[in-house]
């Protein structure tokens, strides 16, 4: 079934850009995302309510709650069993992908310390010397050199550690470190708690919904606090904390007169000697010889997020648009890490004369170059890869090419620690305004598209709706590629928000949505809402603060969802977990988890109405903190 057909590209995306190049793959009779969303709906409800199960071979069972003789699965398990030991299943999935790419920075901090690795050097000396001061490393009489390894090998230790628990949590406030005492779901190393995870859901272990749904927390924590934090931590370390640049963004960031090299994925490790390579004079001259005016790198999803951040590399899309980057034609070669990358690309790059290449040996594509990077060898593949990516130039076919539109502006670039910076060295003046009401509270929004919501629709409506109601918007990963296109991190921006957001923006200089990296950066917002706690002495459950997945698709997001949650940050959602089969497990999570952690997930598709429940909810905790509330 062709998109054609059943849909229009108006009502799949509401970017512009997305839908003249839908068009042009409906012209081109080019398989997109939404035709095979559409293909496969309605999907099955015992797998969208959790109800299904295929842990083991005496299955697959599923729950019909309409049939007495089908609510136990041949084992025996529940409804309420069978969708915690998914959902915990699901934790554990997005806790070890952040945390895969976590460890990967550790192997890399090691081997530059050891001189292995070419092409990488430590950027941040000081914040190297911070972590390892956070992980009781004495660098007195050290060079970076020396700390690095050190540092890289205690870190190894929170992914399998013999501790008590993972050395960054200390980062959280008092209250919530008590509390997580308290409640036994203090991470004592990240691999444990993944691998836990899967040993409880094995058949005959863990048969407690509520024990399940207790380690879920713990195996989430084990992520933002740990794999996650390690690898935004790393990253700065290793290639620049962030500060405040402008960029570009959309699919008009692709260049018709230059080489268009295509940089997706997550990892920055790959992506970074890619920038390098691709600064060689020789491989400048040799695209001057292909007929090129040049080298032109973008990114999309949250690779792309990592090279916006740190080097102002422009973002040409989000997670449904990484199809359509290939749709333009222009694109000489897409190279990929990991995570979030369709396995459909290598097809449609075959529609072109785009070429497709896998750099992890652990994520390959169909039709896609296996071209594995090693710290050893990086730079040198960098190089090697750039070149091909030249050479193909001249097999552009120029009647397939179509970049729409112009570029939209952009600033992006805040770390905390440029946050800081630019509020002069410390918290009080954000505080203040906080307490003064200007700004009502802040929200994180985060995550994925999903072509089951109008790609991009929910974000914009939202944040629209939360800055026009004085609420500072944090983003990360696609969604701040929404927001980006359609304007918002401009400083004429400022324009669309409250009086009291506006005064603010305008006296510091930010645009009202700030762009605070990927999707494994979220660690930053979880750093900042910590700090804002211990400097008003309180939890951060107490704080006028929440996050918003309103187009997730991932694993990852539902981890994120669930440490935010277990930090005290209520979340919204937009499309529903696969928890509604058990109405105990649903209840807790949308309700109940907010007596035990002071947080919950609240689940709303429609925007409008998840807009003005989060402003609800930011006034309700300004009332409980005693400060001013319009509720
Ligand atoms: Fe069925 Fe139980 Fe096996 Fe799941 S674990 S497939 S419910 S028998
Ligand atoms: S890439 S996890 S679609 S944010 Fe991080 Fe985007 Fe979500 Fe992947």
Same mark, same amino acid.
């Given at each position: ?175 919530? &470190? ?133 080097? !102002? ?20 070669? &897409? ?141 990360? !990963? ?22 009291? &957001? ?40 107490? &704080? ?88």
């Amino acid at each position: 079934m062709k998109l054609a057909e059943v849909l229009h590209p108006e009502d799949c995306t509401l970017t512009s850009d997305g839908q003249a190049m839908l068009n042009k793959a409906q012209r081109e009779g080019i398989e997109t995302v939404w035709d095979r969303y559409t293909a496969q709906s309605p999907h099955c409800i015992f797998c969208e309510t959790g109800l299904s199960c295929r842990i083991c071979m005496m299955g697959p069972c599923r729950i019909n709650p309409k049939k007495p003789d089908e609510k136990r699965g041949v084992c025996g398990a529940d409804a309420h069993i069978i969708v915690a030991r998914n959902f915990l299943r699901t934790i554990a999935a997005g806790a070890a992908s952040h945390s895969d790419h976590g460890r990967e920075l550790v192997e890399i901090l090691k081997a530059v310390g050891e001189g292995r690795a070419p092409g990488y050097r430590i950027r941040e000396p000081e914040k190297l010397k911070n972590l390892a001061a956070e992980y009781g490393i004495d660098t007195a009489g050290q060079d970076d050199l020396s700390i690095a390894p050190t540092l890289a090998e205690a870190m190894e230790e929170d992914f399998g550690t013999s501790r008590k628990s993972i050395r960054l949590i200390n980062r959280a406030p008092e209250k919530r &470190l008590e509390l997580w005492d308290k409640l036994g779901i203090i991470p004592r190393g990240i691999d444990r708690e993944t691998c836990e995870s899967l040993h409880r859901t094995h058949m005959g272990v863990d048969n407690d919904w509520l024990s399940l749904l207790t380690h879920g927390l713990r195996n989430a924590l084990a992520d933002g606090w740990g794999g996650s934090l390690i690898g935004t931590e790393l990253s700065d370390v290793l290639f620049g904390i962030p500060r405040p640049k402008s960029s570009e963004v959309n699919l008009a960031v692709l260049k018709e007169d230059q080489v268009n090299i295509v940089l997706h994925g997550h990892n920055p490790l790959v992506s970074e000697m890619i920038v390098q390579a691709a600064k060689s004079p020789e491989l400048q001259k040799l695209a001057t010889e292909q007929g090129a005016k040049g080298i032109n790198l973008v990114g999309v999803c949250c690779t792309g997020n990592e090279l916006l951040m740190r080097r !102002g590399i422009p973002m040409a899309g989000n997670h449904l648009m990484t199809e359509l980057v290939l749709v333009t034609g222009a694109v000489e070669a &897409l190279v990929v890490d990991y995570q979030c990358i369709m396995p459909s690309l290598g097809t449609i790059a075959q529609c072109y004369h785009t070429r497709m290449y896998s750099t992890s040996d652990k994520a390959r594509f169909p039709n896609a170059v296996a071209f594995e990077m090693t710290p050893e060898t990086a730079l040198e593949k960098a190089r090697q890869l750039v070149k091909e990516a030249v050479m193909n130039y001249p097999n552009r076919q120029p009647d397939k090419v179509s970049i729409p539109g112009r570029p939209v502006k952009q600033m992006t670039g805040f770390s905390v620690e440029s946050l800081l910076e630019g509020l002069g060295g410390s918290l009080d003046p954000l505080l203040d305004a906080i307490k003064s009401g200007k700004i009502r509270g802040a929200i994180g929004i985060v995550g994925c598209n999903n072509p089951r919501i109008k790609h991009d629709a929910a974000h914009r409506t939202i944040i629209q709706h939360l800055i026009a109601n004085d609420i500072l918007v944090l983003d990360t !990963g696609c969604v701040s590629v929404a927001t980006a296109k359609a304007g918002l991190k401009t400083l004429d921006a400022i324009q669309q928000a409250g009086p009291g &957001l506006k005064e603010i923006c305008t006296a510091v200089g930010i645009p009202p949505v700030l762009h605070m990296g990927s999707c494994v950066d979220n660690s930053r917002i979880l750093v900042l809402v910590s700090a804002i706690a211990n400097a008003l002495g309180t939890d951060i459950s107490d &704080l006028p603060v929440a996050a918003a997945a309103p187009e997730w698709y991932s694993e990852k997001a539902v981890t994120i969802g669930f440490y935010a949650v277990a930090s005290g940050i209520t979340t919204f959602l937009g499309p529903m977990p696969p928890i509604t089969g058990s109405d105990k497990v649903a209840a807790a999570a949308t309700k109940g988890l907010e007596d035990i952690v002071g947080a919950c997930f609240i689940v709303e598709e429609n925007p409008e109405k998840a807009a003005n429940l989060m402003v609800k909810h930011i006034e309700k905790k300004r009332g409980g903190l005693g400060l001013d509330s319009r509720q």
